[in-house]
């Protein structure tokens, strides 16, 4: 086991938890930039009906994330968790079944994507003058699924404690999915298809990097032709069990964003799906600082908590909530006032109705979005330390508990603007559970902690 592991457990956690966060933040940052290039190409090059169908196809892709989550984290979580164990076999078995798991389930939603394309695309809300963009778009984004999913092979990197080489990983995909946007959208004239073959292109170049560090020296996990193996059912549940809360997180948000298209298309109008689209991206960049706190707590809290250093695992969570509070705030001060500019990034500024629309439309949507990311805190804590049904309630009580009946309800009494408050509503609700079940496991660990020291 290399020395940069074995700081988890002893440097200061403040300074480790930055080393580790701010990476994964940047590194999230840049993979969204797959989306947000993309999207501002297609504004300004395609234009509203373009911007429609890619929000429109977003619930697709959300489910291809979430299932390369799942298998993602929920081996990073156990990985981490077996390298604090110093049990380094164990690892290499599970870097081992999550390939196996990631290659066979690339290959089913690839097939199944590209043969029931057009029911999907129906099925998630597209409006029909938007269906042949839709269909432009993710007929080749399907073929990229294989490396979207190899790619999160980089939270295995992560869990060694190399964030910065983690991060790396969307730098070489984001460089190039910018440089490619331009050359087949704006200078091809490629359209939607153009944005998504650079997106598969750029995809494929982070996962040969990724690869290459299991098959180099600093890796604990080696990559090479016996890695593919099925290690039995138990390696399958455990990495399934573990992942199942973001895996979760983002199968409700694809169901969420899918009513969302629908109730657009009835109390709005496919020039506010467009509008959406682009709040929707602001708001998984603004997220993805949150996600980069818990991914930089998950394995400093996952190797501590095998170590039974319960001390360090107490200010590992208190470190990651002022973390995010400050990477929360800042931002969504910044979209609050700067709205009309963020807008124009995405689209002409001749087009201002759309614009004054979205404008409208987004500082309502992300009105309480500070609260809704200390849900997610709580909820990736609960995973970080092996306790998936808990994060896995949590998830559903954010995403489909609150925000699926707000989304049914609120526009029938409120019309568009019901549609708006759904989120910040859900976000209050889920606020309240998460601080009352992360009370209760405040006080289990502070018990912990004080048995940890009377056995010292």
Known sequence: MGAQTEKLGTDP?????????????????????????????????????????????????????????????????????????????????????????YLIASAVITIGGLLFLDPLLNLVGIPPEALPYGRSYLSVSLYGTIFVMLGFQNNLIRGEGYSGLAMFTQVIGAVMNVGLDWLFVAKFGWGMSGAAWATVASQAASTVWVMSFFRSRRSIAKLDWRTFRFYGWNYFGRILYNGCSPFAINVAGSIIWTFQNHMLLEHGSLLAMAAFGIILTVNQLLMGLIFGVTMGMQPLIGYNTGAAKYH???????????????????????????ARPIFTWFVDASNTKLIDLGVYSMRRFLLLLPIGCGSILVSQYFQSI???????????????????????????????????????????????????????????????????????
């Not at 695992?313 to 700067?338: E, G, N, R, T």
């Open 13 to 101: 956690v403040m300074p480790l938890l930055l080393r580790l966060a701010l990476p994964s933040m940047a590194g999230l940052i840049i993979g969204n930039l797959y989306v947000i290039v993309d999207r501002m190409f297609i504004g300004k090059y395609v234009a509203d009906l373009g911007l429609a169908a890619m929000n429109a196809a977003m619930p697709i892709s959300m489910v291809i994330f979430a299932v390369s989550i799942l298998i993602g984290r929920g081996s990073a979580v156990l990985y981490s968790i077996e390298l604090g164990r110093k049990n380094y076999a164990e690892a290499q078995k599970l870097f081992g079944m999550s390939m196996l798991i």
């Open 312 to 338: 360090r695992v107490l200010k590992s969570f208190y470190c990651s909530i002022l973390l995010a509070a400050v990477f929360a705030l800042i931002p969504y001060l910044a979209v609050q006032i700067f």
């Open 386 to 456: 092996g306790r998936a049904p808990v994060a896995l309630f949590l998830a559903m009580t954010r995403q489909l508990a609150f925000q699926v009946p707000l989304l049914l309800i609120l526009p029938q009494v409120f019309g568009y603007d019901g549609v708006l408050f759904s989120g910040p509503a859900g976000d209050a609700l889920a606020f309240f559970v998460a601080c009352f079940l992360m009370q209760r496991e405040l006080k289990r660990l502070h018990k912990c902690e004080g048995e940890e020291c009377r056995a010292a």
